[in-house]
């Protein structure tokens, strides 16, 4: 069965509520039997890969590969990203890209399918006012103790971002766990962080700058999402 917004999902609200200061957490906003499968999904049938900052640019390796470096590597590999990491420059999480797959019939793509369908594509015009919105690119995140996101905006000028999402997956998920995300004014000082409640739709404009703090080693699950972009180019 194709997904759609939950049925007391409230447009004018969120609506509304984005307009103040262009930025929405809208909750309950699947059907909480389509959150689970999804959930289930992103906890235990997607192969993720490590993304991070290197030498200043982008990384990606999978746990395999990080696991077969030496001790001596390893710890290189670590003092390094956290000595970047201590001046604000960098991320540590697993991602697994999502695409447009139509001969896939399983629930992510069915949500993938789901954020770039024209009911959906209107939605998002109509609470944000972006009206050039074409696409939805989407990847699944997965944060484990020790994962962390530093402080950014998501402006991207090829990619015409216009506002960034994110599906939180994450059932129970403890505010003393980190994986919060944290909102910045633009000279860094802090603003409120929200906790990843399960179900949420976050939305807000790419020129905020904000983080996902650090997660702690006390954190028992992953943090999971489908996070990505309402952009203007097709995807």
Same mark, same amino acid.
């Given at each position: 069965?194709?997904?759609?917004?939950? #049925?007391?999902?409230?447009?004018?609200?969120?609506?509304?509520?984005?307009? /103040?200061?262009? @930025?929405?957490?809208?909750?309950? /906003?699947?059907?909480?039997?389509?959150?689970?499968?999804?959930?289930?999904?992103?906890?235990?049938?997607?192969?993720?890969?490590?993304?991070? /900052?290197?030498?200043?640019? =982008?990384?990606?390796?999978? #746990? *395999?590969?990080?696991?077969?470096?030496?001790?001596?590597?390893?710890?290189?590999?670590?003092?390094?990203?956290?000595?970047?990491?201590?001046?604000?420059?960098?991320?540590?999480?697993?991602?697994?890209?999502?695409?447009?797959? #139509?001969? %896939?019939?399983?629930?992510?793509?069915?949500?993938?399918?789901?954020?770039?369908?024209?009911?959906?594509?209107?939605?998002?015009?109509?609470?944000?006012? *972006?009206?050039?919105?074409?696409?939805?690119?989407?990847?699944?995140?997965?944060?484990?103790?020790?994962?962390?996101?530093?402080?950014?905006?998501?402006?991207? *000028?090829?990619?015409?971002? @216009?506002?960034?999402?994110?599906?939180?997956?994450?059932?129970?998920?403890?505010?003393?766990?980190?994986?919060?995300?944290?909102?910045?004014?633009?000279?860094?000082?802090?603003?409120?962080?929200?906790?990843?409640?399960?179900?949420?739709?976050?939305?807000? %404009?790419?020129?905020?700058?904000?983080?996902?703090?650090?997660?702690?080693?006390?954190?028992?699950?992953?943090?999971?999402?489908?996070?990505?972009? =309402?952009?203007?180019?097709?995807?």
């Amino acid at each position: 069965m194709p997904i759609n917004f939950n #049925p007391n999902f409230d447009i004018n609200v969120t609506q509304h509520d984005y307009a /103040v200061d262009k @930025r929405v957490r809208a909750l309950d /906003v699947l059907d909480i039997k389509t959150a689970g499968e999804l959930a289930m999904k992103l906890q235990g049938d997607l192969s993720y890969s490590n993304a991070y /900052v290197q030498n200043g640019e =982008f990384k990606s390796s999978t #746990p *395999e590969q990080l696991s077969a470096l030496s001790k001596e590597e390893q710890e290189t590999f670590t003092r390094d990203l956290f000595a970047e990491a201590s001046k604000g420059v960098g991320f540590f999480y697993g991602r697994h890209v999502l695409g447009l797959n #139509p001969s %896939d019939n399983g629930i992510i793509q069915q949500c993938v399918q789901w954020l770039n369908s024209s009911e959906t594509l209107n939605t998002i015009k109509q609470i944000t006012g *972006e009206n050039d919105i074409v696409a939805a690119s989407a990847q699944a995140t997965r944060y484990y103790p020790g994962h962390f996101l530093t402080r950014h905006n998501d402006l991207h *000028e090829t990619e015409q971002r @216009r506002v960034a999402y994110v599906l939180n997956l994450t059932p129970d998920w403890h505010p003393d766990w980190g994986g919060l995300l944290q909102f910045y004014k633009q000279d860094g000082t802090p603003r409120d962080a929200w906790s990843p409640l399960f179900n949420s739709l976050v939305l807000f %404009d790419v020129n905020h700058v904000h983080a996902v703090t650090y997660v702690a080693p006390y954190a028992f699950k992953p943090r999971l999402s489908i996070t990505g972009w =309402f952009r203007a180019t097709p995807i």
